[in-house]
């Protein structure tokens, strides 16, 4: 059981970190993102490619972040003159036709089995102080996360993200250049989303395209709107709630006796019904966003 | 080629059935509703169980595509009008949202195991030296016919007119008297019918599973969006040509392109062609192919 | 008069078959307020998004500060210090008016000054707040003003930017009508300080008060370019505003 839980505390660290890199589109930039999860998939493959190239885990990272700035490269030139709509649609399929790539062209990423025994970070450490130095070092890289974002949006930079997602035409007659600060922003989400990912690699040691579906990005937009779209603590909040409410499905399903397809309908209600409770009801989330404070929680 | 002519025509026709529904709606709400594409499914799952109940296909079919109209204006009253006042990226997200409660109750209600419809199987026909089934024929006529009966209502009613003067601009078309909810709602529910419609057409030419509406959810929008989105019958050329694209991808020897003798595209790119056909056109034409207008300001 | 910010050579526009702007030339001298003023329709609104680049212009040439800016993309012409306010400004909601104003400023907004930069207080700003009767509101979301508090604190916003060309569309619509004498004195003492202004605005005895010099537009052409006290007695003018028989009694009698 010890172990059980701190394994879903690393997978809620992850997933905070990529809940925070989608708060920072969403939330802040009003980026409509609907292919974060390809932007983590940056993250894995590189860590997974660069281990079947015998290369070490540090050339993995960077593989990992060159991938991810591409791909945000290309989702920002892609937004440059679309309405939010249209953008949410093309970011969902260029995810789409990135996964199935990853599906079919084996020669680099495996294909369908995907690659497998990427090296443990602490695989050498005895049984319950690896896990325990995978969630310290993943604890370390949310708060970094969390201060790198804080320090972004409540900098002077925090504010003209603001002003382009509510009022772009006010944003733009002051000088701000929009694209630009878009594709920043697309840029520092995803080396976020990336780190998680070379992290998650080397955690499960397995790397594959059924882990990059589009319902995974889904996943995280509930943890960003449930925990407050526009606040950073909300959004990490987020993250941890839906991992442990999600661990505990199987539990449930074993006490009342269920079929095993209950575990993944349960967990789609959990991230769709709960989505589409806090869109109509609460809008801004269990921790909203400060307004006019000098902090953003 | 009379054989990928009607290849194309049997996968355009149900995309396009659920493509019109989407872009029409939109041309009234003003956002992409992605749960149309869960209304074919529950098209689809209704009719399979009226017809498991003892109803002949014919009569499930229609209760079916009638019970699904209902859902789509229940569920547009019940969620879409509230979410849709925090703006159309809300409703959009929400709708996504919506999906996913609805994969959990295919899941739960269905399984996950796919499904057919009992057809009696007969020998597949020839026409002009093409092959195609009986109920293939049938099932595409029967779209086409609802697509013809689509246009007709668009351009020769009063409903038409209505729904164009409301597209155009709602707020003229309510202060000249048209009761705008009421069109909406109306639309909504053919929009409904003929999603259910379409699932039915593809679950009758193949199987029925609880992620045939997700499957659809990219190459609906790849018509929708190259048509224009809001330009019903621009939705229909759309699907035509998405259908064209996948068919050419799977069936289209491209060896003598390269000098070799056999050359064909892995069968599982033909849904990456529709999904990449639609950024390329994004890029270029962001509004779709016959729309001038150049930003929604 | 002092070396121009802005001057507009020829400049033409039409919407299809509809010219809204024919041969349009005008200059604006650095020490200036100048009034835009013509009936409803006649390009004013086009010619304020020309010259701010949300427009492209069809033709001519349109000199800021020496160098051309027609056909730039709004964000660049506003760096240069051309900046602009709508008519009718539309505001954030999940800022606070005191964020809006401090955002009006681009020092320090860079990506990497958020990790550089202090967090320091923005005393241009808080001025700016005082200058104009925000500072009760200043926690406020920006979204809850009233139509001419919003119009006040896109001024304000604007000027933050530190312009060296300020063009207002309609300043005081919406205004309180007490804050109005306020405005002028306000918009006077940043002219004295180097901001030249180009003012769309219907109310006359507003224009009178602030402009020096006003352009006069109709169905997309300059037809007169003089004081403001001149103006009436301006056929071309008068007939622009009152009709053609109006006109000729009034200049006969």
Known sequence: MFEFLIHVAIMACLYGLLSLSLNLQVGFGGLVNFGQVILFGCGTYGAAIAFSHQLGPVAGIALGIVFAVVVAAAFARLGRNLGADYWGIATLAVAEVLRILANNEAWLTGGAQGISGIPLLFGDMPRPMGPLMTLGLCLVLLLAAWWLCQRLTTSRYGLALKLMREEPQLAASLGYDLAALKTQTLMVAAVLAAASGFVFAHYITFVGPDQLVSSETFLIWAMVIIGGSGNHLGAIVGAILMQFLFAFVPFVKDALGLPSEYVAAMRLTLVGGGLLAFLMWRTQGLIPERIGGKQNG | MVQFVVDVLIRAVDLALIAIGLSSVYSLIRFPNVALVQYATTGAL?????????????????????????????????????????????????????????????????????????????????????????????????????????????????????????????????????????????????????????????????????????????????????????????????????????TMVTNVNFGPLFGESVLFIPAAYATAASFLLLVVVLLIKPYGLFVSEVKRV | MAEAVLTAERV?????????????????????????????????????????????????????????????????????????????????????????????????????????????????????????????????????????????????????SRPKLLCLDEPTAGVHPQLRGRMVELLKAFNKRGVAMLVVEHDMHFIRELCGRCIVLDRGEIIADCAPRELTENERVVEAYLGKSVAKQKVSA
């Open chain 3, 12 to 160: 033409a526009k039409a919407f299809g078959a509809h010219k809204v702007l024919s041969d349009v030339r005008f200059r604006i001298g650095a020490d200036e307020i100048v009034g835009l003023l013509g009936p409803n329709g006649s390009g004013k609104s086009t010619l304020l998004n020309i010259v701010s680049g949300f427009s492209r212009p069809d033709a001519g040439e349109i000199l800021f500060l020496g160098k051309s800016v027609a056909g730039m993309p709004s964000h660049k012409i506003a760096r240069q210090g051309l900046v602009r306010t709508f008519q009718l400004p539309s505001m954030p909601h999940r800022m606070s008016v005191r964020e809006v104003l401090r955002a009006g400023s681009r020092d320090g907004a860079g990506l990497l000054q958020a990790f550089t930069g202090k967090g320091s207080d923005d005393a241009e700003a808080e001025e700016l707040i005082e200058q104009f009767a925000l500072a009760p509101l200043a926690h406020q979301p920006a979204s809850s003003l009233s139509g001419g508090q919003k119009k006040l604190l896109s001024i304000a916003v604007a000027l933050r």
């Open chain 2, 46 to 246: 209704l009719a399979l169980g009226l017809q498991m109940a003892g109803l002949p296909l014919v009569v499930a079919a229609i209760a079916a595509c009638a019970l699904v109209g209902i859902i789509a204006v229940v569920l547009n009253v019940v969620v879409f009008e509230r979410l849709l006042r925090a703006g159309s990226a809300i409703a959009m997200v929400g709708s996504l949202a919506l999906s996913m409660v609805f994969s959990a109750i295919f899941l739960v209600t269905a399984g996950p195991r796919p499904k057919r419809f009992e057809l009696e199987i007969n020998p597949p026909l020839r026409f002009l030296g093409a092959r195609l089934t009986e109920h293939q024929l049938i099932s595409v006529g029967i779209s086409a016919l609802a697509i013809g009966v689509f246009a007709l209502i668009l351009f020769r009613t009063d409903l038409g007119r209505c729904m164009r003067a409301t597209a155009t601009n709602s707020v003229l078309a309510s202060a000249t008297g048209i009761d705008t909810r009421k069109v909406t709602n109306t639309v909504v529910f053919l929009s409904g019918v003929m999603a259910a419609l379409g699932g039915i057409g593809l679950s009758v030419k193949g199987e029925m599973s609880a992620q045939l509406g997700l499957d659809m959810l990219l190459p609906v929008f790849a018509a929708a969006i190259l048509g224009g989105l809001g330009n019903a019958l621009g939705a229909a050329v759309g699907a035509v040509v998405i259908a064209a694209a996948e």
